[in-house]
């Protein structure tokens, strides 16, 4: 978790809450597992196209408009996530 690349980061706290699924309640694990791999990968790819660009194009209003979209779900299930952790994360955060 201390890595400064962000791929790095989301994989390790994607691979982390995956595995304590089996103690979230129903609805956080399926809104987890449904939505958290595509907000997660929107932002990142975004960032990545701005930051590393592929192409001379800039970022279009499509991919700006996309990224605002998926925000507040994204923004929902971290915060979720963050109280579920708090509350019944059973593993110390720093052990890893």
């Known amino acids: ?10 994989e390790a706290l994607y ?18 597992a449904a939505y958290w791999p595509a907000f997660s990968q929107q932002i990142r790819a ?11 194009e800039p970022i279009t209003a499509d991919i700006v408009h996309a990224s605002l979209l998926v925000f507040p779900g ?3 299930i971290s ?7 708090q509350t019944h994360y059973k593993k ?3 052990a890893r």
């Open 92 to 94: 110390p955060l720093l």
């Open 15 to 32: 691979d982390e809450l995956q595995a304590q699924q089996h103690d979230m309640p129903h609805a956080l694990k399926e809104d987890f």
């Open 79 to 85: 915060t979720k996530l963050l109280e579920w952790v």
């Open 74 to 76: 994204l923004a929902k």
């Open 46 to 56: 975004t960032r990545n196209e701005a930051g590393h660009p592929m192409s001379i």
């Open 1 to 10: 978790m201390s890595d400064f690349r962000i791929k790095n980061v989301l």
